[in-house]
């Protein structure tokens, strides 16, 4: 166990500062006002040095150590209930997102496409939850084929019912039907699965549905199914497999049931949906959370990873302009300026994230317009923040320097593991084409021009932001009018760049929006002022890659485009002294700082100790 959040991480160090008011502030801004009941169970995991990644170890002992995370995970909760909590199951990704990127895979599997699954469709009394909810058997999604990615409703894989004995034969047609890459190995002990497949009552194709499928037990893989591990992936490793079925016999009840559609006693299949690829989307609609799951463990592990980055920066020295003196590297504005500038974006991505889960579970599940609504700002938040990730991780790396490339800095692993979130749940590019024709398609209303105000205004940056959204918008029906017709790929080719660069200025706009309701929402001025800071900073940023469309339109004038660097410089001297306070209240314990050597001021002694664990002699 660790100390209280507002207490544990006291001053030990000279990468530690005291918890103040404005520390205490910025965590509950952060992570909310429950964040204690919401982020406290998750954020004890970090502090017990179990709970991270061995790289030193064998993989496939990686890979059972990862399933035994899960069960320990397990015991801390109880799984229906944390399946069902938008709140505290993104908030689990953010803390297992740093400490081990297979353990974070499992546990959206698990608990978020397996279980909450079962718990969102028809429950039948011959369907059971205790041994999922046990872990006596660990559950997996299987709907993604070897053929069929993206254009998931082109899934091959078939269910075919016979009306005489009430049961699905379940079949892999040909090996493009195979499903890619679920964790449906022997390790972890006995699997099931869902699995998504063709319902065909008769010849005549229903629809794709999801099947509880049985898939392992003790002794190995059961009757009909086939499973073989595909090519070991960089970073944290999970038993990804390619799976087959081959005439698999499955009860009624192994057909999960819902409004979309359900199957009688007599085999008259019925739905309140028409259509078939409406029917899918509502049998995976865990993938929606999952897409903030996604985004949840990349936003986890940026955190962690800027914060190990600056604390290294305040204690490395190196050789200053005389010989004889030796300065922090965080004295150079060539390596802080990037971390702070990671520091704003991650204060905007955090901040996007609680809009994005808050509108996603308190949605009116009645209204569909606010489901689709929801599920739209999901999937903008999830290639955004996983995209922002990638950037920040790769640049903390880079001024880590030699140190960021060991693994057991933690950084590496982060870096290429962030690369899974952006394609799990939905390939971000394809995410973002489909919200980009949304909002093509959108009758929006014209943002009021900008205010002929500084640039020092929150109110003019968020004008411009939103102009500069709209504008792109603009540009992209225009070219597709423009467009010769009869051609309907040439035509949205020709608007693809402008829509993509829209759906950017979009989430741009959304996460300056959400950090400043943060900042605007502070008691304490200190904190107040550092948010507002973070959000004039992230925002200029924005800004000056959007300045030819503000100009073109003169919704920028050249005064205001010339500015910009000196804003942007001004902005990062205010905050060069407040990075330590800024890192601290992303509540990490010190805990987890001792398993990340380049954290701790004394890190180059800590490598000779032979009673570390990434220590070669301790190696067994």
């Known amino acids: 166990m660790i100390a209280n959040p507002d207490t544990g991480s006291a001053c030990t160090d000279a990468t530690s500062v005291p918890i103040d008011l404005t520390t205490t502030e910025l965590r509950t801004l952060l992570f909310g006002a429950d964040r204690v009941g919401v982020h406290g169970p998750w954020r004890e995991l970090t502090a017990d040095p179990w709970m991270h990644r061995r790289h030193e170890m064998p993989t496939p002992d990686q890979v059972a150590a990862s399933y035994q995370r899960l069960r320990q995970v397990n015991q801390l909760t109880e799984a229906a209930e944390l399946a069902t909590d938008p709140y505290r199951l993104t908030a689990l990704h953010e803390w297992t997102g740093p400490l081990d990127g297979a353990l974070t895979v499992l546990v959206g599997i698990h608990y978020n496409l397996f279980l909450g699954s079962l718990l969102d469709h028809d429950a039948h009394e011959k369907r059971p939850l205790a041994e999922y909810t046990a872990m006596e058997r660990i559950g997996t999604f299987l709907c993604t084929e070897l053929g069929h990615g993206n254009d998931a409703t082109a899934l091959e894989t078939t269910a075919v019912y016979n009306r005489t004995n009430r049961t699905f034969t379940l079949h892999t047609p040909h090996a493009g039907a195979q499903k890619f890459m679920p964790n449906t190995s022997m390790t972890g002990g006995p699997k099931s699965a869902v699995v998504a497949a063709r319902l065909l009552i008769e010849g005549r194709d229903h629809g794709i549905f999801l099947f509880l ?66 029917r899918f989307l509502t049998s995976i609609s865990r993938v929606t959370l999952g897409k903030l799951c996604m985004s949840a463990s990349a936003l986890g592990a940026t955190r962690a990873t800027l914060a190990i980055a600056i604390r290294y920066a305040h204690h490395r020295e190196v050789t200053g302009a005389r010989p004889d003196r030796k ?116 009758h929006d209303t014209p943002p009021a021009t900008p205010p002929r105000g500084e640039l020092t205004d929150p109110a003019v940056r968020q004008q411009l932001l939103h102009m500069a959204e709209h504008l792109l918008l603009v540009r992209a029906r225009t070219r597709l009018r423009q467009a010769p017709a009869g051609d309907s790929l040439r035509r949205w080719n020709a608007a693809a760049p402008a829509v993509l660069a829209a759906v950017t200025a979009h989430a741009e706009h959304r996460a300056a929006t959400a950090l400043l309701a943060m900042a605007e929402s502070a008691a304490d001025p200190q904190a107040r002022a550092a948010l507002l800071d973070l959000h004039q900073l992230f925002t200029l940023r924005c800004i000056s890659a959007h300045t030819v469309t503000l100009l073109s339109e003169q919704h920028l004038t050249a005064g205001q485009a010339s500015e910009l660097p000196d804003l942007i410089e001004e902005g990062i001297g205010r905050l060069t002294d407040q990075a330590l306070v800024l890192i601290d209240a992303f509540d990490l314990p010190s805990q987890f700082f001792d398993t990340r050597p380049i954290a701790n001021p004394d890190y180059q002694e800590a490598f000779d100790d032979p009673a570390a664990h990434w220590n070669l002699a301790t190696r067994t």
């Open 327 to 442: 300065v922090p590297l965080w004295a150079h504005r060539t390596h802080h300026g990037p971390l702070l500038e990671g520091i704003a974006t991650a204060y905007a991505m955090t901040a996007l994230h609680r809009t994005a889960v808050t509108q996603w579970a308190e949605r009116d599940r009645a209204d569909p317009t606010a489901t689709a609504l929801a599920e739209r700002e999901a999937a903008v938040a999830k290639g955004w923040i996983t995209w922002q990730a990638r950037a920040l991780l790769t640049e903390c790396r880079e001024r880590c320097g030699a140190q960021g490339l060991l693994p057991v800095n933690g950084i590496v692993s982060a870096t290429i593991d962030v690369e899974g979130t952006i394609t799990a749940e939905g390939d971000n590019l394809a995410l973002w084409v489909k919200t980009g024709a949304e909002l093509l398609l959108d």
């Open 213 to 278: 499928t049985p898939l392992t037990d003790h002794s190995g893989t059961l009757p009909g199914v086939t499973v073989r591990p595909l090519p070991l992936r960089p970073g944290s490793p999970v038993d990804h497999c390619l799976t087959s079925f081959d005439q698999v016999l499955l009860p009624h009840e192994a057909l999960l049931t819902g409004a979309h559609g359900r199957l009688d006693d007599d085999g008259t299949f019925s739905s309140a949906l028409g259509s078939k690829r409406k």
